[in-house]
């Protein structure tokens, strides 16, 4: 059969010692496990698609019988292995009906009863289930009737209260004695009234305050039983009681304050903290103390401006203010403010004070907002910080101080101060000024020297606008620390623009632009002096912005993490960079001016081909009188005035150096170019005289005495050259170390004098 030659081949069991080789079970492979059809879960529809995903299905089949088999032997084996058993299984199974008969009648007389007890257990328990039904209604209905009755007191309690108000000898706390009764009066009459007054308040209060605390108890029971009709009924009762409470409560608190009764004010602020009315005391505080103390400061009233003020300053104002609310506001916020007394849902500094002046602001002077007058501005931001400062000095916490900034009117006041269009204006102003004096055609010089013989910081009107302009962004009359970011664009960009004033200018004067952009004329009619201005100003202005202008930033803004500053201080830094990044360029632009006018004295050497060609002369033994005008603008320069004021040595050095290696370059290739063509002509020259001496049948025999005119040249121009470098060594340079120098020696020297350079 197939099914037996996919059998897998039998082996021959293996010893006890083979611990390395196959199983001792070798009839059936690893994979199949004949455990897992012991098993109570056992399907055999998983088994097979699990063994299918490894083993090919012909080869399961093909164990599968062969387990078949096997289970088949083992079964005939233990039927003939017990066969007795096996036969005498059926004669003890004699009889069996009957047994199961007689075993069938009790178990059925159990069920009945069973189900007998079941049915009384469950109508049982659908009766105890019903009763607990009626007894939790009846709670209910007994807890909504509690809870009605116990309103229906509280509004008869309240309105008992509230009826006793009257009762109290109110005349005495309103002072409607009139003045004539009072001088009547003894001392002792009046300070006796004074301790009834204080007394009549106090019992006011209490009184006020129990109210207040049925009243809170009576909006509870109103809120959890508002669909109820008998509160329905009665909710106009709570209504006027509420109104009658609120006057009462409003009159007392008013009373208290004018007076200042600690106790009156005390237990009116329990009052209003327990029916959740702080807005009340808080506007009542507001009109009875704040408002006609602020109304003493800023006139102002209810339809706007009284009068026109006649400035819009606020710094006298809010020191009034401060002194004001001192004498006057004290005792109550050190009232409220005492700790467990429950009086932290009041801010008085917020809803009244700060409140009524923010209005009196805007009706007394409103102009004081007004960003359009920059420095007027300004001093009332200040102020104005300062003043909330001074109220958040009344704050006992860190949270009271968050909870007053977090407060409406606080946010709203602080809206009042429209700093993006100061900041416009401001940009305006400072960018503005430093723009006009860059526009302007050429450069402008401040002074040379001061009265007192000294020179100045800075020469040039727009270096000094950049510093004035930079110093402005940061001063204490400009800038403001919340906009502190925008002064540093600011800052960066008053840099970069006068940068890129100079950039542009150098461009311009270098393309040779006769038609140059706005801005960029002065670079074209400034000499090699004015340039001096350039860098003397541009050192300066790097040296104060890396200097004392960082320092005083990175003071301002000490406040700040260390994350924040780095990148500030780099920002800055960076900017100074890229301004002393464009002296190499200014001094170059010096060497081109000295470098063209000694050009034009070095041209005067081709005289020297056309002298020793036209005339006979011999070899020259001096140098030529050119030679003196070719350093000639060089040290005129580096000795007049203004380079020994403005120059430091190093500048002096570097701007030496350059010249001297741009004027020897030109000096090489003139010499070159002159030395090339001598010798050309000389080459064709003699080639025509041999020809002609051919062709004569002449001698072509030179006389060893005789020097060419190539040589002549040479030397006069070797001569020359000698004594060029003997000038650059007067001002300090050193030809020898000049690549072109020394190229122009090897050019014209003679063949003894070739390696050695001696002047």
């Known amino acids: 059969m197939a099914s037996a030659d996919l059998a897998p081949p039998s082996h021959p069991p293996r010893s006890h010692t083979d611990f390395f080789g196959d199983p001792i079970d070798d009839s059936s492979p690893l994979w199949f496990k004949k455990d897992l059809f012991l098993s109570p879960d056992f399907d055999s529809e998983s088994y097979i698609s699990d063994l299918r995903t490894f083993v090919p299905f012909d080869t399961l089949r093909s164990q599968l019988h062969s387990h078949l088999s096997s289970l088949k032997h083992q079964l005939v084996d233990l039927i003939n292995r017990d066969y007795n058993d096996f036969v005498n299984l059926s004669t003890n199974l004699v009889d069996v009906d009957s047994s199961v008969a007689r075993m069938r009648a009790p178990l059925s007389d159990l069920r009945e009863k069973i189900a007998a007890f079941r049915d009384c257990v469950q109508d049982s328990l659908v009766s105890l289930q019903n009763g607990l039904n009626q007894r939790a209604e009846a709670a209910n209905a007994r807890e909504v009737l509690e809870l009605l009755l116990d309103t229906f007191h509280v509004v008869s309690k309240v309105e008992k209260l509230i009826k006793e108000l009257p009762s109290v000898p109110a005349d005495w706390s309103n002072g409607d004695m009139s003045t004539s009764e009072k001088n009547h009066l003894s001392n002792g009459i009046s300070l006796q009234q004074s301790e009834n007054e204080s007394n009549v308040r106090e019992t006011q209060s209490m009184l006020l305050e129990r109210i207040a605390s049925e009243m809170n108890r009576l909006k509870f029971y109103m809120a959890h039983a508002k669909d109820l009709p008998f509160i329905q009924n009665i909710e106009k009762r709570f209504q006027s009681a509420t109104l009658l409470l609120d006057a009462s409560l409003g009159h007392c608190f008013s009373d208290g304050l004018e007076h200042r009764d600690e106790n009156a004010i005390y237990n009116c602020l329990r009052a209003y903290a327990a029916i959740d009315n702080t807005r009340n005391a808080e506007e009542i505080f507001r009109t009875t103390i704040v408002a006609p103390l602020i109304e003493k400061i800023i006139p102002h009233g209810s339809s706007g401006l009284i009068g026109v003020a006649a400035n819009d300053e606020l710094e006298a ?354 010499v070159s170019e002159l030395v090339n063509v001598a010798r050309k002509t000389e080459s064709s020259l003699q080639r025509l005289r041999q020809g002609a001496q051919r062709r004569t049948g002449a001698s072509s025999d030179v006389n060893d005495h005789n020097v060419s005119n190539t040589d002549k040249i040479c030397m006069q121009l070797f001569l020359d050259i000698q004594e060029y470098g003997r000038n650059l060594a007067a001002l300090g340079v050193d030809a020898a170390k000049i690549e072109d120098y020394q190229s122009l020696w090897q050019c014209v020297a003679p063949a003894e004098k070739q390696n050695t350079i001696t002047l």
């Open 317 to 670: 104002d809010f020191q009034e203010m401060k002194q004001c609310i001192e004498k006057d506001c004290t005792f109550l916020l050190r009232i409220s403010s005492k700790e467990n007394s429950g009086f932290h849902v009041f801010d008085f500094l917020a809803n009244s004070i700060l409140r009524e002046v923010f209005s009196a602001i805007q009706q007394g002077k409103p102009g004081a907002y007004s960003p359009g007058r920059p420095t007027e501005f300004l001093k009332n931001y200040k102020s104005s910080l300062d003043f909330l400062s001074h109220l958040e000095g009344y704050c006992t916490s860190r949270y009271a101080v968050s909870k007053f900034r977090a407060e409406p009117v606080c946010v709203d006041f602080m809206k009042q101060w429209n700093l993006g269009v100061y900041f416009s204006l401001r940009f305006q102003e400072i960018a503005g000024a430093l723009d006009t004096e860059l526009m302007a055609p050429s450069l402008v010089v401040v002074q040379e020297r001061r009265e007192d013989g000294k020179f100045p910081a800075l020469i040039l009107k727009q270096s000094v606008t950049l510093l004035e302009s930079l110093r402005s962004c940061w001063g204490e009359d400009v800038l403001v620390l919340s906009c502190s970011d925008k002064f540093l664009r600011l800052s960066l960009q008053l840099l970069s623009r006068y940068t890129n004033w100079l950039s542009s200018g150098l461009h311009a004067r270098q393309s040779g632009h006769g038609n140059a952009k706005p801005g960029a004329e002065w670079a074209i009619s400034a000499g090699p002096e004015d340039l001096l201005y350039i860098i003397h100003d541009v050192k300066h202005l790097v040296d104060e912005v890396s200097g004392d202008y960082v320092g005083h930033v990175m003071k301002l803004l000490s406040s700040c993490p260390s994350e924040v500053l780095d990148p500030v201080k780099q920002s800055i830094l960076q900017s100074a960079k890229s301004l002393e990044n464009m002296v190499p360029p200014v001094i170059k632009s010096i060497v081109d001016v000295l470098v063209e006018k000694s050009v034009e004295a070095l041209l005067q050497l081709k005289g020297i081909s056309a002298t020793y060609r036209m005339t006979n002369k011999p070899l020259p033994v001096q140098h030529s009188p050119y030679v003196l005008a070719i350093l000639h603008p060089l040290k005129a320069f580096l000795e007049g005035n203004r380079a020994a004021t403005y120059l430091d040595d190093g500048t002096k050095h570097e701007l030496l150096q350059g010249a001297a290696l741009e004027i020897t370059k030109s000096y090489y290739e003139l």
